[in-house]
Structure formats: C-alpha cells, structure tokens
C-alpha cells in the first residue's frame, strides 16, 4: 500500500493579503513546510497544486498547475489527484497550505491508519471535531474526480456509504482544526514562535 499527497495551494489568499504558500514561516515557505510533513510520513509522490500565483521550484517538489484555480477548491485538488494516480496510491492525503503548522505526529497517524483500514477516509479529530488533513483512500479518489469542478468534496463525504465508514483519530494538534487565513491568525502562529 502506497499514499500520495496533493498540497492545496491555488487560491487567492484575499483575506490574508498575499499568497499563503509563499509566506515565510520558521526558515521556510508555508509550501515547503507541508511538504516535509507528507515526505516525513512516507507518501510518495507529493504534488503541490498551485493557480494564482506560481511557486519557485524546488528539486524533488513536483508541482501541478490548475488554470481554472478560480472555479474552486474541488477544480484544484482534482489536479491534483490526477497528477498522482500514474504512481497508482492506495490513498492520498489532502493538506491544505493554510496549516503548515500540523505535526509530523499527526500527518504519520493518518498514514498509519490508512495501512490498517485502507477502505475508508481517515481524519484527525481533536476532542470531538474533526480536522485537517484529510487522508481519502482510491474509492473515493475516483468518485471525487468525478465530480463537477465547481461541486465540493463535501458531496462525497455525505454519502452513506463513506460516511458512517470514516475514522477519526485522536490527536492533541490544535493545528488540524485552525485555518491561518487572515493576518490575525498568522500573527498568533508567529507569536507563539517567541
């Protein structure tokens, strides 16, 4: 059993004011954060999904780019997720690139998870909410790609069938349930760096 990654990194950034995946973040850009997560759990290949504003290029960091980022958050992760089926993942985790910040602990558990129960979408909880990132094995990668570009994962994740069989993990990252999406949020993130 093998899990890809796909890195959301299209979107706008409007409230935040600049591109979320470039900003700089303990050394690093927000991108290049979430992909250490995903090698340090093992998933190959990782794919970041960039749109409106294009990323540098980093050796081993495969990049796709979505030219109809606007029509969605679905548009882009469907690049995504055809970007990595030629390697033929038993699932894939979806990170977006507003939480740069979530454990290497918590990316591995979702991993490690998904080796056991291969079947279903697996999803970090904390407490008794469920977070990000999200970790949807090949069934539902392929009912997801075809989907309308501009419907949402949601429309997946409703289904009877995927949904009574999800497993949630605990963790104690308060990463999986924050979206750093405004310049108040990154200045808590940053702040807590001191």
Request: with cysteine; charged share 20%.
């Amino acid at each position: 059993m093998s899990v890809a990654a796909v890195i959301l990194a299209a979107g706008a950034s409007t409230r935040m004011g600049r591109p979320k995946a470039l900003i700089e973040w303990r050394g690093r850009p927000f991108f290049m954060h979430c992909v250490r997560r995903a090698d340090a759990a093992g998933c190959v290949p990782v794919v970041v999904v960039w749109g409106s504003s294009a990323l540098p290029e980093v050796d081993g960091v495969q990049q796709a780019h979505n030219p109809e980022w606007e029509q969605g958050p679905l548009s882009s992760l469907q690049v995504g997720l055809r970007a990595v089926l030629p390697s033929d993942p038993s699932g894939v985790l979806v990170m977006t690139v507003d939480r740069p910040h979530v454990a290497e602990s918590t990316v591995r558990a979702l991993v490690e998870a998904h080796q056991v129960t291969p079947g279903v979408v697996v999803q970090p909880r904390l407490d008794a909410v469920s977070g990000h990132p999200v970790l949807h094995p090949r069934s539902v990668v392929d009912a997801l790609l075809q989907l309308a570009p501009t419907d949402s994962v949601r429309t997946i994740l409703r289904r009877a069938d995927v949904r009574d069989a999800r497993r949630r993990i605990p963790v104690e990252d308060r990463a999986v349930l924050d979206n750093l999406d405004t310049p108040a949020s990154l200045a808590k993130l940053t702040g807590s760096d001191r």
